[in-house]
């Protein structure tokens, strides 16, 4: 194996130990912010050059501008750290080293759309470096794989994105919930991996911003896949601090205990291929309560469905009476598959509103559900409450289920206003942003709300005191 001068720690020693010591050609190491994903990697790539004189390799990022003004001069500086003394080729592009090892430095976006490929196809390469992948398109991708041909020589190629969504085609190249296919590896770095290289508070005040559970601590701070967050929340509280949010995670989220004694409300949105239900319950007292629900992953309804009827079945048996509503768009699109049908095979009985997806009755549920998350129920608890029971909250594929607390994770933080305003009647007027994940559960919560509503019982006026007038007498009396 090649010496580093640099120590490496934790999952960065298990990526470096993987690529030389066993037969992966392909490694996603994606990464949290500040986690050491791109200095790792090029560390890697002069370990290549300096064990196997004479190879070819490829350092790049996608924009030309981002690969000599960003990642060149962190390799210029890591190579005079360790002592090697580079010479630029400026005709053919590349850095040459003392034993023949040559790395060639460019963007791969071009402006030729008959031939996109032409910044680095005729190299012939022993290994590829691509930092900043989730900009990479697919295709580019394939073809620089191609490109590791050098005889004599390991063929490897890095990949080190910023961590992406499950709809991502990196995410679908290197599964995080099933084993790659051969010759290929997946790691994920949290910015702790790289704690022995940051300031020593960074970390603390990055978590104190971001808290365990919340989307953001997810993907940038311990590096693991979901969905971006990028935007001014619906219902919680901005990171910039300017105003504080009805979700309040805090004293939102908790302990809920189902009721058998209570109708169990279920919601659906059919969500394209990421079909997703909720089930609610709503107390005597006015308190809503969001049970669990299921995300679906790239799965056809039909299959999804049946999923769903068994974990509900498991999670909330037995209860007086089970309540179904769903997206209109799906049972009453004249144009469109009627999903009614799929729906009346599994038992269930869906109602809905023909206007829940309208824009402003969308945003006249949203008033009304944040109206609940500050209000308190006849008993003197929080009107709104989502359950922090981690069983009940899952995303399903086909290749199993994991925990996603994907309600509690929307209402906080992941459900957005998009930018852009729509129109209404002459008068602009702002929607939730459809970014393919949060909106499916907000969905649902917006047509359980539109279908069965939750306003809190009112307590009964007194009755008004009828003012009782006195008797008449004389000659206007009755029966004078």
């Not at 997946?186 to 290289?197: R, V």
């Not at 109206?371 to 029971?389: I, K, P, T």
Request: hydrophobic share 35%; charged share 25%.
């Amino acid at each position: 194996m090649a010496e580093s001068r640099t120590l490496f720690y934790g999952t960065h020693a298990k990526v470096y130990r993987a690529v030389f010591g066993d037969d992966y050609r392909l490694f996603d190491i994606e990464g949290a912010v500040r986690s050491g994903k791109t200095t790792l990697c090029l560390e890697i790539c002069l370990a290549l050059c300096q064990q196997f004189p004479g190879i070819h390799g490829l350092i790049c990022r996608f924009s030309d501008d981002d690969t000599h003004k960003l990642l060149k001069p962190i390799w210029r500086a890591i190579c005079l750290k360790a002592g090697v003394q580079i010479t630029w080729n400026s005709e053919e592009g590349y850095d040459e080293l003392p034993n023949g090892s040559r790395v060639y430095i460019t963007g791969l976006k071009t402006q030729d759309v008959t031939n996109p490929y032409r910044k680095f196809r005729g190299l012939t390469l022993g290994f590829v470096y691509n930092d900043q992948s989730e900009e990479l398109p697919h295709g580019v991708f394939t073809e620089l794989f191609l490109r590791l041909s050098q005889a004599g020589v390991p063929h490897k190629m890095l990949l080190s994105p910023q961590t992406v969504d499950e709809d991502h085609w990196i995410a679908k190249e290197f599964p995080a919930d099933r084993t790659p296919k051969p010759g290929r590896a997946y790691y994920a770095l949290s910015t702790h991996d790289n704690a022995h290289n940051l300031p020593p508070n960074y970390i603390a005040e990055m978590e104190d911003a971001h808290p365990p559970g919340t989307p953001i601590h997810t993907t940038l701070i311990k590096g693991e896949r979901g969905a971006r967050v990028e935007g001014d929340p619906v219902y919680g509280t901005p990171m910039d601090g300017s105003r504080t949010g009805s979700f309040l995670r805090s004293r939102h989220e908790g302990p809920c205990a189902y009721d058998r004694r209570l109708r169990l409300e279920v919601g659906l949105d059919f969500g394209k291929h990421h079909p997703c239900i909720v089930a609610r319950q709503v107390s005597p007292a006015g308190q809503t309560r969001y049970l669990g629900g299921i995300l679906g992953q790239n799965l056809h309804l039909d299959p999804f469905l049946t999923a769903v009827l068994q974990h509900l079945a498991r999670w909330f048996p037995d209860p007086i009476e089970t309540v179904w509503c769903c997206d209109p768009a799906g049972v009453s699109n004249p144009v469109g598959l009627d999903m009614g049908k799929t729906l009346r095979g599994h038992g269930i009985d869906a109602r809905y509103k023909e206007d829940s997806n309208s824009p402003a009755a969308r945003v006249a549920l949203i008033d009304r559900i944040a109206a609940q998350m500050r209000a308190r129920d006849l008993a003197g608890d929080e009107a709104l409450r989502v359950s922090n029971d981690q069983e009940h909250w899952i995303r399903l594929s086909e290749h199993g289920s994991f925990t996603h607390r994907m309600v509690a994770s929307a209402f906080e933080s992941g459900y957005v206003w998009d930018p852009h305003m729509v129109s209404v009647g002459s008068k602009q007027m702002r929607k939730p942003k459809k970014d393919g994940w949060h909106e499916h559960p907000m969905n649902v919560v917006e047509y359980l709300e539109a279908n069965f509503g939750a306003q809190p019982p009112k307590k009964k006026a007194p009755a008004p005191l009828m003012r009782q007038s006195a008797p008449i007498r004389g000659d206007m009396a009755w029966g004078a």
